[in-house]
Every structure is written in structure tokens, then in C-alpha cells.
């Protein structure tokens, strides 16, 4: 490529941090790839929470930037020393620099994992970063078996809803919350046992009913602030509390005497990024992931938009209008 002619690819910006508003579809230059990077051609790109919070400036990153951490597509071209990946092969990914928010981009290639036939684009930006998400939460931070009473809130969500139906074939008692009447039915559908609206119920005292007063072993709890420390009392002593997200805004700071007081409880704040950074962990998560849903253990439902109305799918996340996974199509 010389420099006189750059490869130009329609991408989405932020310039600066803000509304969903803040989203501006510009075209960019796509650099050649570097020894061990990948060009890849994306096809379909996952839309997740955290794409939100970079672009609010909640989570700090340097201006101007492309959001996006997955996205599905073939690769188009090879840096030098890239090993067992080749020109046209179909690969996706989750997480590595950001960007995924474009047509063309350049990622270090060990961060691309082959999609098995047996799985569309689509459905492969779909699950990459929410699915393995649900992987280590149900296999990592807390090892879900049969009998093993879970509470996961956000059950119609995208990582909702291919948890509840994993941790379902798992053989575990499964407790989820949605916002809305109108998304109890799509939880039921993701195996959640025991569906709780907590637009209408108190979600601990359903809980509490439910569990004999026993409480639940682990609890899964991407929503944050509202949901805090409410989500402490649905709790077994000695029970697990996985905060993963913040969906409804950051938690206050958090004094250890609470994790004693509600029943020696442990309390773990992981994020993807930890658990495939090693690429032997990556390849054995996504080969259990694409198993599952390339078997239909786990099924995916997808909701498209243009690449072009990101700033739409943004609003319609945020305004808890959407259910399972979301994908853009550049
Ligand atoms: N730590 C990690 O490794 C990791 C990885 C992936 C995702 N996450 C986190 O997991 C969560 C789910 O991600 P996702 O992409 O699959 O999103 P999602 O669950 O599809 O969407 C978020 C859901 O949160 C619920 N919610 C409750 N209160 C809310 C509020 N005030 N504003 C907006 N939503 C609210 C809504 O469901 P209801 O209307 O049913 O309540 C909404 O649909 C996010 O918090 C994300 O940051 C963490």
C-alpha cells in the first residue's frame, strides 16, 4: 500500500465523549498491518454495554477513537511472523485495542479466533465478548453445577440471555430478573427457572421464597447501582457476589464490613480481558463457546442495525429496549 493511497474504510468516531449523539460515521484511513497483525473485513460487529461506557467518557480513552471491542469477518491481509491464520480465513474476536466500530480494521492477530463452519458472522460478533463472558463467569468465577441455585439479573440481556440457557443445560436452579413484564417471556426462553419482573416484585423477597431462606449460592450482578446492596441479601452465607457491571451507573465505594455482615460472603469484580489474555485460555473458551451454540445447546437470538445508526442501537441499549445480542452490519 504506498502512502499516497491509503485504504480508506467507513468507520464510526467519537470525537468527543458524550450522548449517543457523539457517534459520527466518517471514513478513515486503515493502516497496513504490522508483524503479528491481522487486516480483517468485518461483516457484523457486537454492539455491548461497555462500548457505552467509553463512549460517555466513563471509561477513559485517548480522543479521537473508534468504540467497539467485537466484531466477526475474513481476513483480507497478514503483517509478517502471523502464524496458523491465512487470507480469507473467517475469524472473530472479542476485546484488544478498540475499534471493532468500522468496516476494515487492523488487530493483533492473536486476539482472532477461526469461526467453525457451523456458525454464521452474525451470530459469531454476537457471542464472542458476551458469551465468553458467560463462559468464565459460570465455569471461572464461580464452577456452576447441577443443584447450584444462581441468581442472574438482566436475564433478557445479551449476556443474560446465553448464561441462563448454559447454566440451564449445566443443571443449575436458575433465578432471573428483568425491568419489564414485556421481557419475562424472552428470560423464560433463556432457561431462567424462576423469572422475577422487578418492575412489579421485590427481587429479594421472591428470592427468599423461593430458595426457602436459604438464598442462592452465587449471584450474578451486571446492573450495579440500582441493585446494590440488595443483591447482597439474596445470599447463602459464604455465597459468592460476582459485580460485573455497571449498567444503571457505578457502585459507591464499598467498606469490606458489609461482605461480613451479610454472611461472610466473597465478592469478586472481574472483567473478560483477565480471563483470555492468555491465548491458550481464548482458544480453550471459545472452542467450548462455539461448541455450545454450534450445537444449539445455547441459542442466539440477533437483533441487527446498520453501522450507520450505532447512535440508535446506543439509545435503545441504554433505554433497556433490547433483548439478547445486538449486532451492527458495516
Ligand atoms: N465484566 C465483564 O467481563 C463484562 C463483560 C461483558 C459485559 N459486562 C457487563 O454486563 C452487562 C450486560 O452487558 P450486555 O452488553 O449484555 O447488556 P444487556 O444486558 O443486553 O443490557 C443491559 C440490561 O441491563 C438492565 N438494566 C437495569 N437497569 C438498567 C439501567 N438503569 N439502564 C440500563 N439498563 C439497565 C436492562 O435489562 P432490564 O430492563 O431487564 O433490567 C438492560 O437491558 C453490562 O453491565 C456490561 O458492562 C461485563
Known amino acids: 500500500m504506498s502512502e499516497l493511497s491509503p485504504l480508506l474504510t467507513k468507520a464510526v468516531r467519537v470525537r468527543e465523549t458524550g450522548g449517543p449523539e457523539v457517534l459520527k460515521v466518517e471514513e478513515i484511513a486503515v493502516p497496513a ?3 503479528g497483525e491481522a487486516l480483517i473485513r468485518q461483516t457484523a460487529i457486537g454492539l455491548n454495554y461497555i462500548d457505552t461506557y467509553f463512549r460517555s467518557g466513563l471509561y477513559k480513552t485517548e480522543l479521537p477513537f473508534v468504540p467497539g471491542s467485537e466484531g466477526a469477518g475474513v481476513v483480507e491481509a497478514l503483517g509478517e511472523g502471523v502464524t496458523g491464520l491465512a487470507v480469507g480465513d473467517r475469524v472473530a474476536y472479542a476485546g484488544g485495542p478498540l475499534g471493532a ?3 476494515r480494521r487492523v488487530i493483533p492477530a492473536d486476539r482472532l479466533v477461526k469461526v467453525p463452519d457451523g456458525v454464521s458472522d ?3 460478533a454476537a457471542i464472542m465478548l458476551k458469551g465468553l463472558t458467560a463462559h468464565y463467569l459460570l465455569f471461572k468465577t464461580f464452577p456452576v453445577r447441577a443443584g447450584t441455585v444462581i441468581l442472574f439479573h438482566a436475564a433478557a440481556g445479551g449476556v443474560g440471555s446465553i448464561a441462563g440457557q448454559w447454566a440451564h443445560r449445566l443443571g443449575a436452579v436458575t433465578i432471573g430478573t428483568v425491568g419489564s413484564a414485556a421481557k419475562v417471556d424472552a428470560a423464560r426462553r433463556n432457561g431462567y427457572a424462576y423469572v422475577i419482573d422487578t418492575s412489579r416484585e421485590d427481587f429479594v423477597a421472591r428470592i427468599n421464597e423461593i430458595t426457602d431462606g436459604r438464598g442462592v449460592d ?3 450482578d451486571s446492573i450495579g447501582r440500582d441493585t446494590f446492596p440488595a443483591t447482597l441479601d439474596t445470599l447463602r452465607p459464604r455465597g459468592m457476589w460476582v459485580t460485573f457491571g455497571q449498567s444503571s451507573g457505578a457502585l459507591p465505594p464499598i467498606d469490606s464490613q458489609i461482605l461480613s455482615q451479610k454472611g461472610s460472603l466473597f465478592m469478586t469484580r472481574p472483567t473478560l480481558f483477565h480471563y483470555i489474555a492468555d491465548r491458550r485460555e481464548l482458544e ?3 472452542a467450548a463457546l462455539f ?5 444449539g445447546l445455547v441459542e442466539i437470538a440477533v437483533d441487527t442495525y446498520p453501522l450507520d445508526h450505532a447512535a440508535d442501537a446506543h439509545r435503545d441499549l441504554q433505554a433497556r429496549r433490547t433483548t439478547g445480542s445486538v449486532v451492527l452490519k458495516p
Not at 461448541?291 to 450445537?295: I, P, R
Open 33 to 35: 498491518p504490522k508483524p
Open 284 to 286: 480453550e473458551a471459545a
Open 101 to 103: 466500530y468500522a468496516e
Open 291 to 295: 461448541e455450545a451454540v454450534g450445537s
Open 218 to 220: 452465587v449471584a450474578y
Open 122 to 124: 452474525d451470530v459469531a
